[in-house]
C-alpha cells in the first residue's frame, strides 16, 4: 500500500475514541425503495447516521405465473438504498420479524472489521440489535444478510446497496445529473409449483439448482415486472440519468447494458476516487459488486436495460428507460417507421 493510500486511513480514522463515545450530531437515514435514491449529503461534517432495519417475509408475484415467499429488508427486494459520507458512524439497528424463526444479520461491505458486521448484527426472531461502525471507505457497496446458510438468505432477497460518498463535493462526490436511479440484479431458484400449492402458483427455494448455479429467474429489483410493467425508469431528452447498478448473485456475473445507449461515465467497481471509464456501452458486474453508471438520453424512446448474456433475458432480465422529447432525426433517422419484432420485449 502507498503512502497516500495509508494518508487516507489516518486522515478518517485519526480518533481513537470509542464508537460508543463519539460526539457526533445525530440524523435519521434517508431511505429509499427501489428504484429510488436518496438526495446527495450536503452537510461538511460527519454524522451518527441511524438506519433501522426490519427483517420480513412477503409472498411476491416473482414472474408472470409464479409467486414466491421472499426474505426482505423493510418488506422490499432489494432493500432500502443507503446513502452515507465518509466518516460518518452508522448506527444499524436490524429488528427481526421474519416469522419463519430464522435468524438474520448485515455483513455491508462498507463495513470494516471481521464479518463485515454480520457477528455484531444476529439477530433472533423478535429482537432487535444495535451496532455502530465508522464508515472509512468511499464507494458503493453491497450488503446483504449473512446469517447461516448464507447463500440462502441472499438467494431469498436478502440485499441491499449503500453508497459512501467522499468527504468533498456537495454532489456526492459525483457530477450532478438530472435523475439518479436504483437498480440491482439477482437470481432466484425454485422447484416447480405444487398441485396444491397455496396461494396457487407459489413456488419454493431450491438447493440443488442453486448448488448447480442454474437459476429459475434473474430480475432487477426483485421480480420480472419491477421496471416494465410497474416502475420504468423515466427521463426526457436532454437529461442526465444515473444507475447505481448492484449484482447480488448469489451466483452469477452480470453484463449490464441497455440498448441503444452508453455509459458517458462508469466508475467500475463503485470506486469514485479513480476516474471513469468514458463511453462504455457493457460492464462487467460480479456477485457482490455494484457500478455506478451516467448516460445523456439525446434520443426519445424507450431503453432496454439487460444483461448481456443475453438469454437471461428469457428469464426476467430486462427493465426499461422511457425517455420522453421531440426526435432527433439528426442522429437516429430513417424514411421508413419503426417495426418491432412482434412479441419483442427489447424494444416496446
Known amino acids: 500500500m502507498g503512502d497516500s493510500e495509508l494518508g487516507f486511513y489516518e486522515k478518517v480514522d485519526a480518533s481513537p475514541e470509542s464508537l460508543a463515545t463519539s460526539n457526533l450530531p445525530v440524523e435519521q437515514a434517508v431511505l429509499t425503495t427501489a428504484p429510488y435514491v436518496p438526495p446527495p449529503i450536503t452537510r461538511t461534517h460527519p454524522a451518527l447516521l441511524q438506519v433501522d432495519l426490519t427483517t420480513t417475509t412477503k409472498v411476491t408475484q416473482l414472474t408472470g405465473p409464479y409467486k414466491y415467499e421472499q426474505w426482505t429488508f423493510n418488506n422490499t427486494v432489494p432493500g432500502p438504498f443507503i446513502r452515507a459520507r465518509v466518516g460518518d458512524v452508522i448506527e444499524l439497528r436490524l429488528t427481526n420479524h421474519d416469522r419463519t424463526g430464522n435468524p438474520h444479520n448485515i455483513d455491508s461491505h462498507a463495513f470494516t472489521g471481521p464479518?463485515?458486521?454480520?457477528?455484531?448484527?444476529?439477530?433472533?426472531?423478535?429482537?432487535?440489535?444495535?451496532?455502530?461502525f465508522k464508515l472509512l471507505c468511499p464507494g458503493l457497496f453491497v450488503y446483504h444478510c449473512a446469517a447461516a446458510p448464507v447463500p440462502v438468505h441472499i438467494a431469498n432477497g436478502m440485499y441491499g446497496l449503500i453508497y459512501v460518498q467522499p468527504e468533498d463535493g456537495a454532489t456526492g462526490g459525483l457530477p450532478p445529473v438530472d435523475h439518479e436511479y436504483y437498480?440491482?440484479?439477482?437470481?432466484?431458484?425454485?422447484?416447480?409449483?405444487?398441485?396444491?400449492?397455496?396461494?396457487?402458483g407459489l413456488v419454493e427455494f431450491s438447493y440443488p439448482n442453486a448448488l448447480r448455479e442454474v437459476p429459475s429467474v434473474v430480475v432487477f429489483n426483485g421480480s420480472e415486472a419491477a421496471l416494465t410493467r410497474e416502475r420504468p425508469l423515466k427521463a426526457a431528452a436532454g437529461e442526465t440519468v444515473r444507475v447505481f447498478f448492484g449484482n447480488a448473485g448469489p451466483n452469477l456475473t452480470s453484463s449490464f447494458h441497455v440498448i441503444g445507449s452508453h455509459f458517458n461515465r462508469c466508475w467500475r467497481d463503485g470506486d469514485v476516487l479513480s476516474p471513469p471509464g468514458r463511453f462504455v456501452s457493457t460492464v462487467s458486474v460480479p456477485p457482490g459488486a455494484a457500478t455506478i453508471v451516467d448516460m445523456e438520453m439525446i434520443v426519445p424512446g424507450t431503453y432496454a436495460l439487460v444483461d448481456h448474456a443475453i438469454f437471461r433475458l428469457d428469464k426476467g432480465a430486462?427493465?426499461?428507460?422511457?425517455?420522453?422529447?421531440?426526435?432527433?432525426?439528426d442522429v437516429y433517422q430513417s424514411v421508413l417507421p419503426p417495426e418491432p419484432c412482434a412479441g419483442c420485449k427489447l424494444h416496446p
Do not use: C, W
Open 115 to 132: 464479518g463485515g458486521g454480520s457477528a455484531l448484527t444476529t439477530v433472533e426472531e423478535n429482537d432487535t440489535k444495535t451496532a455502530r
Open 183 to 200: 437498480v440491482m440484479q439477482s437470481e432466484f431458484y425454485h422447484e416447480p409449483p405444487a398441485p396444491d400449492a397455496e396461494p396457487p
Open 318 to 329: 430486462v427493465g426499461y428507460l422511457n425517455v420522453s422529447g421531440k426526435p432527433r432525426e
